[in-house]
């Protein structure tokens, strides 16, 4: 059974980190796209770090660059958003997503992925 399962969120103090990751189970994360998402109460959800295979491209929120590093470790089939230097405007709920094969359109849209985890809080408040 495809599942991805998200841990690593919480409070923490402004100007913080947290790692936030996504366990994959049931399918080979190296085979798809990877995205975080995030949705602050009362606003729509966005695209915050995301990865293409192919080609190969990176996006990033700009208000998150240089603060937010997306990455994968293979043996692990897990996915993970590092978080440095929180604001309180990064609170909301992270989601990780993946696509077999995004497009450079659909690149960090919702409809872009197929496969979502449940959502994990982050607050990030003094």
């Known amino acids: 059974q495809l599942q991805l399962v998200e841990s690593g969120g919480g409070l923490v103090q402004p100007g913080g980190s947290l790692t936030l990751s996504c366990a994959a189970s049931?399918?080979?994360?190296?085979?798809?796209?990877i995205a975080w998402f995030r949705q602050a109460p009362g606003k729509e959800r966005e695209g915050v770090s995301c990865v293409m295979r192919r080609p190969s491209k990176t996006y990033a929120l700009d208000s998150v660059k240089g603060r937010f590093t997306i990455f994968r470790d293979s043996a692990k089939n897990t996915m993970y958003l590092q978080m440095d230097s929180l604001k309180p405007e990064d609170t909301g709920v992270y989601f990780c997503a993946i696509s077999f094969a995004s497009t450079e359109a659909a690149m960090c849209q919702i409809r872009g992925y197929d496969y979502w985890g449940r959502g994990i809080q982050v607050t990030v408040s003094s």
């Open positions: 049931g399918l080979i994360l190296d085979h798809y796209d």
